[in-house]
Each structure stands twice: as structure tokens, then as C-alpha cells.
């Protein structure tokens, strides 16, 4: 069983950065991808970014692939986000999440595969 817990929200002025943090604790840790995805209030979870486990490859949102890094850390079971010039449209709940398993296919954006979630970390970018 895994359980993921998020840290490094909070709150930040419009054109700065934020890094989150996810840490995966379990007896055996070797899934597929991590991912993290974002929820706006009345709006639904949105992919961000992920990355696979073992090579380190990366998947990233067209609209913000320019602003936001996703990185691992294999020794501590950790993905990180590193988010630059926050706009207030950033803010949300933000969550990472663990993908066990390959379906054969290349995308890594569908939250459906997503079989374990973090409890999600505030993040609020005031103009």
C-alpha cells in the first residue's frame, strides 16, 4: 500500500515560484509513473505533469510545460514540481498521484489510471 503526502503549497505573489514536494512511503516502491494534477474551485482535476519511474522520461501539459518542471528522486521516493511566474490562474488544490502500471500506450495525462492520490497541498498566487 502506498501513501503519498504532499508538502511545499501555501501562499505567493503573482511571478513567483513554488516547489512542491511528494513523498511516497511504501515497503516496495517501483511504479510506473508519478503525476501531478491540479483542481480549481468548480472546475475539474487537470493534468499537469508526470513522469515515468524508471527512466525519468517526462509528459507535460502544452500550456504549461514552459513554466512548470517535474522531477524524481529515486533515494527518497520523491516527485518534485517546480512551478515559476505564478499567475493567479495557478491557484488550486494541487495533487500527486502514482500510476502502477503501463497500459502499452504512451500517454501518461489520464487521471483514470491514477490509482493512488495524495491528500492534495493549497497553493494560492495573489495579484
Known amino acids: 500500500q502506498v501513501q503519498l503526502v504532499e508538502s511545499g503549497g501555501g501562499l505567493v505573489q503573482a511571478g513567483g515560484s513554488l516547489r512542491l514536494s511528494c513523498a511516497a512511503s511504501?515497503?516496495?516502491?517501483?511504479?510506473?509513473?508519478l503525476a501531478w494534477f491540479r483542481q480549481a474551485p468548480g472546475k475539474e482535476r487537470e493534468f499537469i505533469a508526470a513522469?515515468?519511474?524508471?527512466?525519468?522520461?517526462?509528459q507535460y501539459t502544452d500550456s504549461m510545460k514552459a513554466r512548470f518542471f517535474i522531477s524524481r528522486e529515486r533515494v527518497t521516493n520523491t516527485v518534485f514540481l517546480q512551478m515559476n511566474s505564478l499567475k493567479s490562474e495557478d491557484t488550486a488544490v494541487y495533487y500527486c498521484?502514482?500510476?502502477?502500471?503501463?497500459?502499452?500506450?504512451?500517454?501518461?495525462?489520464?487521471?483514470?489510471?491514477?490509482?493512488?492520490w495524495g491528500q492534495g497541498t493549497q497553493v494560492t498566487v495573489s495579484s
Open positions: 498521484a502514482v500510476r502502477s502500471r503501463s497500459d502499452g500506450r504512451s500517454g501518461l495525462s489520464d487521471r483514470e489510471k491514477y490509482d493512488t
Open positions: 513522469i515515468r519511474w524508471n527512466s525519468g522520461t517526462t
Open positions: 511504501a515497503r516496495v516502491f517501483n511504479p510506473y509513473a
